[in-house]
């Protein structure tokens, strides 16, 4: 009999299975083991809240009672109520007033950093960095001090030498919205310089050397060399600090103490959020509120960034 007639199994070519941990499998499960804390804790201190936070919005719960779908209703309450477009127009003032100087002076302050003929050029780069460090019990004590109701603090005192009368800063509506925008100037203009400064930085000294031979002067540079090549880190600055000031929470409850709640001068929309989530346990308001918000930070951002991206172009008809 002919061995292979009776056995055909063993004449079928033998085909080698594919092994299931290759290299380049162990590298990529290796990757996603690299990776996976950070989602892990992104997940679970990021995505979870924020998920939860717009299921709370449609739900009535006080924290320890059982929820119940409430629907619209708390958009609806916290729409109508007054307190909260009060805390929009403080948000809005106080950011203002805030944060467009940043930009402003972070470009001059970078542009002067960066001069060649400054000495002393990384000492004033620390200083100027130094108060985005401070801790917030510092600032509080310095404010305080500076901008005090009584004639003698510092802030009075430079009003007095231009014949003007002391301000109740800490009591008052327009000096506690200028007190605190100049708390959250001086905290992070520092923060946008060094951006700026960076960028100046990775500008080609060609130009400069170039309009220098042309007879232009400082400011011409500035305005039409600086500025428009900086154009990125201004978009990115602007994006920034357009979601810090509408998150004002620190420095009007810093600046105010106990008495920042009770205050409607100084209430802004975080603070209108913490009031009804962790003083009148109203965690579906809050969660609304959280919603309204995050709409503003994205309309607000995206205006700001398109007005900004405008730096630079050419306006029509122009040679």
């Known amino acids: 009999m002919d061995p292979g007639k009776a056995n055909p199994v063993a004449n079928k070519p033998r085909v080698r299975k594919k092994a299931f941990r290759t290299e380049a499998k162990k590298d990529m499960y290796s990757a996603y083991l690299y990776i996976a804390p950070f989602f892990i804790i992104f997940a679970i201190i990021g995505l979870y809240p924020a998920v939860f936070s717009i299921y709370l919005a449609f739900q009535k719960w006080n924290g320890l009672s059982p929820m119940v779908f409430a629907g619209l209703d708390n958009f609806k309450i916290v729409l109508a109520d007054p307190l909260f477009w009060k805390a929009v127009y403080n948000t809005i003032v106080m950011g203002i007033m ?190 609304a509120t959280a919603m309204i918000l995050l709409v503003l930070i994205t309309l607000f951002a995206a205006i700001n960034v398109y007005l900004t991206s405008g730096i630079g172009r050419k306006r029509r008809g122009e040679q």
């Open 98 to 287: 805030g944060t467009a100087p940043q930009i402003v002076f972070g470009i001059i302050f970078a542009y002067l950093l960066n001069m060649a003929l400054l000495k002393f050029r990384n000492f004033f780069r620390v200083t100027i960095f130094m108060p985005y460090i401070t801790s917030m019990v510092a600032v509080a004590l310095i404010f305080s001090v500076l901008f005090s109701n009584h004639d003698s603090s510092l802030a009075n005192y430079v009003l007095s030498l231009a014949g003007l009368d002391p301000v109740s800063w800490a009591s008052s509506e327009w000096g506690t919205k200028i007190a605190i925008s100049i708390m959250v100037f001086w905290r992070w203009v520092g923060y946008n310089t060094i951006i700026y400064l960076a960028g100046i930085q990775s500008l080609p000294n060609d130009l400069y050397e170039a309009s220098t031979i042309d007879g232009a002067s400082k400011f011409q540079q500035l305005w039409y060399i600086t500025i428009p090549m900086l154009k990125p880190f201004i978009i990115l600055t602007v994006f920034t600090s357009t979601v810090g000031a509408l998150q004002l929470f620190s420095e009007p409850t810093v600046f105010l103490g106990t008495d920042a709640f009770t205050r409607d001068e100084a209430m802004t929309i975080v603070m209108y959020l913490y009031r009804d989530a962790f003083k009148l346990q109203s965690f579906g308001t809050a969660s």
